[in-house]
């Protein structure tokens, strides 16, 4: 076919569909019709055709007439003059005795997304739901969503919405959903459909004669009901048992998220509700559709955080397939790492051995990261393999070791000697900068147990001219003040001209400033240097955020099933009353905390707002790593109460209470103890630390301290923060005493 | 069931309305609403493009297509955010199928979605590719919109649906006799007479009026998928199996089939096993329509197929293979005076000697900048390639019977070979197909169609094992 522009096609489609020989040829027409909607498809605007399409919809081929509806549902809201003409043919075929063509009037006609078109539309509707065809009851259901959208503001017809109601009984399933789906929409400001016990009962009673995807629906709307009491609670959940085992994954995941929401106080329930659906869940994970695995694999890995036990005897089925593709891959390595056990450390890791040759770059260095992180726990064995990995001489493996290196020595100083032995004369195959800043890193922080390091300091410094990344050229920096501190003889000279080099020929700012910064510094006296620039050599204490505690099943629930287990970013912010609203019931003994709490923040004075403070998105481990370590500290504050409160469960279940989200804490009684926090408060993200440390004499009198990272700042923010962190520690060291 | 009075509406809070911002309340809706749902080429062409909801424009589709090519690829590509729009694709047949939401939508049922709405698309259109999908877009319009209405599911079930689509299919590749002549399931190139062809089951469902009347047939496919892992000591690290049963029925009125399973067939890890060789599967489910009444006993299932193409029964084993696995190797890696690599493989096939595997594709990871390959190969009509840019040999054979063993050498030429390049010779992973072969020895003793169909209805039983991933670690 020549090209055409979007003109001459609609031209020539025009002049076709007025063409009175063609439209006595119904085959011909009707492929003009079609070529209409290919054109829309692609994208052209051809709603031109308007007025020969409304002619076109008066036929008796169905066929001919889906097309145009088609048409029209797509241009109604450009030409809504022209699509009124249509309407009188649409309500015509309302009343047809044909029930398929009665029920696709009215849903074409109830698709046409203009303003006044309620007033067509109500009587149709009204009619359609008492239609003794169940297909035409369907569309007349939803129709009524639809005309509630068209005119957003009008009132909520009382009677619709009785009628409605009543349809809840209607005896075709589809019907039935489709009710609770326009009531959900039609009061949708009102909170929703309302499922109280009659209609939870109903839904239950009726589950089994649905389809899969009205089930799966069905259990949805069930999140919103609260049974009375113990016996319902178990009554509804020993009906549902059997769909844990579906072996169509929504309905399993659907039942899954009613059972983890429901039984919210009753964690043992739970934890058996999460046994029973592991077999479909690992199901989903070896699916043949590889969407459906990824599903699953999320879905793993959430359970996993608060069971790492659950999945640890079937860790073979996340080894990684041949040919699967790279995402999946990599979940299947994250999950890999939670669920290491002594058992079979050692099978996992000759596994992800494996991977770290793989022909793909990222996937080879991520294995690599992952050995990492298992090394936090193992470290000899990893080591081992780390070590000679570094043998193959590939940049982008030998890279990652090195960057691995860095964060195992950061955290687990035991390996020091190691890596120190390992990391000699590797240099020469590092290219990237990520990789030269970890071997710089630990140049300057472990040369004293490198004994080439003042040598391959100094091919750095001799090759600064080629060398392009400046935040290469700031850590050389760094690393050469820190081995001049330790071996002053061999470095000196080479410093004097990497200072000499920055300062007078470096064109970028950052680095020209920190040379010199460097050389006043020097000025000062090397103790002066020593007390900048030597910090400690590894923070184990970091090592809390790795052995973390296990999240509680409640704290994910709520998005059990949802799209933000995969990965959706979170678009609305949720403010904190509807997170509030989402959250399950906690213990009775959370609330009485919580009324304590919500106790002591209503006494301040009036007009000062509640803390604005939310849960938001969950942080993961990995992003509060990176952003405690990117920030500083913008606030440090000695809050005044001796030891770490009595149990940390209830801190962190108080915490909870007042959005503030527990990350991670050492346990009661190691020294120093240490909890990492976060929360969402007017528009910023805040992290705490809370450090009780009384080792360090002398300080002993400060009790625990908080330090804060704000991203972005907002001192405000912090104040309140701080004041909501007081009344928590308050009320529990109350309790306690 | 409640009573009319009974069904009331609860409490009602007002006052409320307008404060609360529109998308926020949209994202709180419970249920699966589904915005749009697009069908693109790998270049991004608009094939399908159905707005349910009007909540966004046309030019979401360019949203989508941007910001799926341009991830890289770590980043899992299933669901993406723009704005305030979740897209969730799933990808067959060459194509992205998309559907967008705007609510916190149930992540297996929208990709199930999709993934009935391809297996849909393939039982009326046939095949799953860009030309049927070009040439019947007003036929998957047509079941776009039944299958949906306002973003909901109303119904998927072919049963139903073939009542309401008008439109017929047309099939990109006309049935011709020809196809029956000797290609064996998924291509496979068999001789057998008895095997059904494969283009067989890829005819759209809804034969065209008239033309040959309709064929009566009915397809039961055993397909099991093998996930291995064999240490480089000939341990087996890791072996499962997912299989299923599949059914492709092209008969227009079919009330009851049973289906006969083997007698002996064992279910969970802790039932006794009979004597000694028993067939066994550690977990199995069944597709809603299924009766089970006779499957405790006898082990028959019995089904009411409906139209296409529909899974009625799914099984796993996990780490313990009722038979040797299809496939050792044993290499050996030497590197010679020069910067030589040379590497040893033989490679037996222990399946039993009646079967074979066909297609099989060997890919052995190679040091990098590995260069000139020579080889040395037992029969002509297997082939290996050097290929740098997968760091891999790959080693095709068509044709492998049972029982039998093929040697090949493959001498590289690698720059700056050193004695820890031979680490990179990784895992060997390989992909082959075994037809009329099942790993867990499941059988299908009869099947029977009630009521008896008249004279031309056909039956077909096939088996098939894939390799979902077969790794021998070296």
């Given at each position: 076919m020549p090209y055409l522009s979007t003109e001459e096609t609609v031209k020539e489609l025009k002049r076709a569909l007025s063409n009175p020989n063609i439209q006595s040829d119904r085959l011909r027409y009707r492929n003009y019709i079609m070529r209409v909607i290919r054109s829309m498809t692609q994208g052209l605007d051809v709603s031109a055709l308007f007025m020969d399409m409304v002619k076109a919809s008066a036929t008796v081929d169905i066929v001919q007439k889906k097309l145009v509806y088609l048409y029209m549902c797509t241009y109604a809201s450009l030409k809504p003059d022209l699509a009124l003409l249509a309407i009188n043919t649409l309500r015509k075929d309302c009343a047809d005795p044909n029930p398929m063509v009665r029920g696709l009037a009215l849903r074409n006609m109830c698709n046409f997304r203009m303003p006044g078109m309620t007033e067509y539309i109500h009587q149709p509707i009204l009619t359609g739901l008492k239609d003794k065809a169940s297909y035409v009851r369907r569309v007349a259901v939803l129709g009524c969503a639809k005309m509630q959208s068209l005119q957003p503001n009008a009132e909520i017809d009382a009677t619709i919405v009785n009628e409605l109601y009543g349809l809840l009984r209607d005896p075709d399933p589809v019907v039935m959903v489709n009710c609770l789906r326009a009531l959900e929409e039609i009061l949708k400001h009102e909170g929703g459909v309302v499922i109280n016990k009659p209609i939870a009962h109903h839904l239950l009673n009726r589950l089994k004669e649905l389809d899969s995807w009205a089930q799966g629906e069905v259990l949805t709307f069930l999140l919103r009901y609260k049974p009375r009491g113990e016996d319902e609670l178990f009554d509804m959940l020993s009906l549902l048992d059997g769909l844990l085992h579906s072996s169509h994954a929504p309905v399993m995941a659907a039942t899954l998220r009613l059972f983890l929401q429901l039984a919210a106080p009753h964690p043992a329930v739970q934890a058996d509700a999460l046994e029973q659906a592991r077999g479909p869940l690992l199901a989903t994970c070896g699916s043949q559709s590889r969407e459906l695995r990824f599903a699953g694999l999320c879905h793993v890995q959430q359970v996993l955080r608060s069971q790492p036990a659950q999945f640890g005897v079937h860790y073979k089925r996340f080894f990684c397939g041949y040919s699967e593709p790279a995402y999946i891959k990599f979940r299947k390595m994250e999950i890999l790492v939670e669920l290491v056990n002594d058992e079979n450390v050692g099978l996992v890791l000759e596994e992800l051995r494996g991977y770290c040759t793989d022909v793909s770059p990222e996937l080879a260095q991520a294995a690599i990261a992952a050995i990492g992180r298992i090394g936090r726990t193992y470290s000899e064995k990893c080591l081992d393999i780390l070590t000679g990995l570094l043998g193959l001489k590939q940049e982008h493996i030998t890279s990652a070791v090195v960057q691995t290196f860095r964060d195992l020595v950061w955290l687990c100083p035991q390996s020091t000697a190691t890596v120190c032995q390992a990391v000699e004369g590797c240099e020469e195959s590092l290219q990237d900068s990520e990789g030269k800043q970890a071997l710089l890193w630990l140049l300057g922080m472990h040369g004293g147990q490198i004994s080439n390091a003042p040598y391959v300091l100094e091919s750095h410094i001799d090759g600064l001219k080629t060398e392009m990344s400046s935040v290469v050229k700031l850590e050389l920096l760094t690393a050469a003040v820190r081995l001049f501190l330790l071996r002053p003889a061999e470095t000196q000279d080479m410093l004097g001209r990497l200072l000499h080099y920055c300062i007078e020929?470096?064109?970028?700012m950052n680095v020209h400033d920190r040379a010199l910064f460097c050389y006043r510094l020097l000025e000062c006296g090397l103790e002066e240097t020593r007390r900048v620039f030597q910090g400690p050599k590894s923070d184990p204490c970091m090592g809390v955020l790795t052995g973390c505690p296990q999240e509680p099943i409640n704290s994910w629930a709520s998005k059990f099933n949802t799209l933000w287990l995969l990965g959706a970013s979170e678009v609305v912010p949720a403010s904190s009353d509807t997170a509030a609203s989402d959250q399950p019931a906690h213990s009775s003994q959370g609330d009485a905390l919580a009324e304590a709490v919500d106790e002591q923040l209503s006494i301040p004075e009036e007009g000062q707002q509640s803390p604005d403070l939310s849960l938001g998105a969950p942080l993961s481990h990995e992003a509060f790593e990176r952003h405690w370590l990117e920030l500083c500290v913008t606030h440090r504050e000695a809050l005044g109460f001796q030891g770490p409160p009595s149990a940390s469960e209830s801190l962190q279940a108080a915490l909870q209470l007042v959005k503030i989200q527990t990350l991670a804490f050492s346990r009661e009684s190691t020294t120093p103890w240490k909890a990492y926090l976060y929360t969402h408060g007017s528009g910023t993200l805040i992290l705490a630390e809370l450090l009780q440390d009384e080792s360090e004499a002398g300080n002993s009198s400060t009790g625990l301290v908080v330090s804060l990272k704000q991203l972005p700042e907002n001192k405000m923010a912090i104040q309140e923060f701080v004041s909501v962190l007081r009344t928590v520690l308050q009320t529990l060291t109350k309790d306690g005493s | 069931m409640p009573r009319g009075g009974e069904v009331q509406r609860g409490g009602v809070q007002t006052g409320v309305r307008g404060m609360a911002q529109e998308s926020e309340i949209c994202a709180k809706i419970k249920g699966t609403m589904i915005s749009q749902v697009f069908i693109l080429t790998s270049k991004g062409d608009h094939l399908i493009f159905k707005d349910f909801r009007g909540e966004a424009g046309v030019d979401a589709i360019n949203a989508f297509y941007e910001s799926v090519t341009a991830l890289s690829g770590d980043q899992p590509p299933v669901v993406m955010t723009h704005k305030d729009m979740h897209f969730i694709h799933v990808r067959q047949g060459g194509l992205y199928w998309v559907a967008s939401t705007k609510t916190s939508a149930s992540p297996f049922t929208i990709i199930e979605f999709l993934n009935r709405l391809t297996a849909l698309t393939k039982d009326y259109c046939g095949t799953l590719c860009e030309k049927s999908v070009r040439a019947n877009f007003a036929l998957i319009y047509e079941l776009l919109d039944e299958m949906v209405d306002y973003g909901y599911i109303q119904t998927t079930s072919t049963d139903i649906l073939k009542n309401f689509i008008q439109t017929e299919a047309e099939s990109s590749k006309p049935f011709s006799l020809f196809d029956l002549s000797n290609v064996g399931l998924f291509g496979a190139d068999t001789q057998q007479s008895k095997v059904a062809p494969s283009a067989a089951a890829t005819r759209p469902i809804m034969a065209n009026r008239g033309e040959q009347g309709g064929k009566n047939e009915i397809f039961v496919d055993v397909i099991e998928r093998l996930a291995m892992v064999i240490g480089s000591n000939g341990i087996i690290m890791k072996a499962d199996i997912e299989g299923e049963i599949r059914v492709k029925c092209y008969l227009p009125n079919c009330s009851e089939m049973r289906i006969g399973l083997n007698e002996g067939l064992s279910i969970g890890k802790s039932q006794l096993r009979g004597y000694g060789s028993a067939v066994r599967v550690d977990e199995c489910s069944f597709h809603q329509a299924v009766k089970l009444d006779e499957f405790d006993t006898y082990r028959i299932i019995k089904v009411c197929p409906s139209q296409g193409e529909q899974v009625i029964m799914q099984y796993q084993v996990c780490d313990d293979l009722p038979c040797p696995p299809p496939f050792r190797l044993f290499t050996s890696v030497e590197r010679d005076s020069g910067n030589r690599l040379l590497l040893y493989l033989k490679l037996r096939c222990d399946l039993p000697p009646k079967s074979a595997a066909i297609n099989v594709s060997i890919s052995v990871p190679v040091p990098k900048g590995a260069i000139s390959l020579s080889q040395e190969l037992s029969s002509p009509d297997q082939r290996a390639e050097l290929q740098p840019k997968n760091k891999a040999v790959l080693w095709e054979i068509p044709r492998f019977p049972g029982g039998s063993q093929l040697l090949a050498l493959f001498k590289m030429e690698v720059p700056g070979l050193s004695s820890a390049s031979l680490l990179e010779v990784g895992p060997v992973g390989m992909c082959f197909e075994l037809p009329k072969h099942t790993c867990t020895g499941l059988q299908i003793r009869f099947l029977r169609l009630t009521p008896t169909q008249p004279g031309s209805s056909q039956r077909w039983v096939r088996y098939v094992t894939h390799s979902d991933s077969y790794t021998i670690r070296v």
């Open positions: 020929e470096e064109s970028d | -």
